[in-house]
């Protein structure tokens, strides 16, 4: 059974810093782009960043770009999240995300929040 599994949040002050990981379980996505995306209570979710099967691309929400770095490591099989400078704006329950060519994958979510 495939999983993804995040850990790594936490409450933070403004200004801090957190690094969110998530680990697939069951079988590589060595292959495939993995993302991150947000959810704040009563909004919908949406993307943060992502990055290309080898790293060598990524891709941010306006909102983070030069506060949080996304990166993998495909021999463990996690893709991870440094975010800095954080905002209380950031507060949300973030997602690890994965699509193969049949489906996608989420994983239950991991909760930041950032008190001002």
């Known amino acids: 059974q495939v999983q993804l599994v995040e850990s790594g949040g936490g409450l933070v002050q403004a200004g801090g810093s957190l690094r969110l990981s998530c680990e697939a379980s069951?079988?590589?996505?060595?292959?495939?782009?993995m993302a991150w995306f947000l959810q704040a209570s009563g909004k919908e979710r949406e993307f943060v960043a992502a990055?290309?099967?080898?790293?060598?691309?990524?891709a941010y929400a306006d909102s983070v770009k030069g506060r949080f770095t996304i990166s993998r490591d495909n021999a463990k099989k996690t893709v991870a999240l440094q975010m800095n400078s954080l905002k209380p704006e950031d507060t949300a329950v973030y997602y690890c995300?994965?699509?193969?060519?049949?489906?996608?994958?989420w994983g239950q979510g991991t909760q930041v929040t950032v008190s001002s």
């Open positions: 995300y994965v699509a193969d060519t049949l489906r996608t994958y």
């Open positions: 069951g079988r590589t996505f060595s292959s495939y782009a």
């Open positions: 990055i290309s099967w080898s790293g060598g691309s990524t």
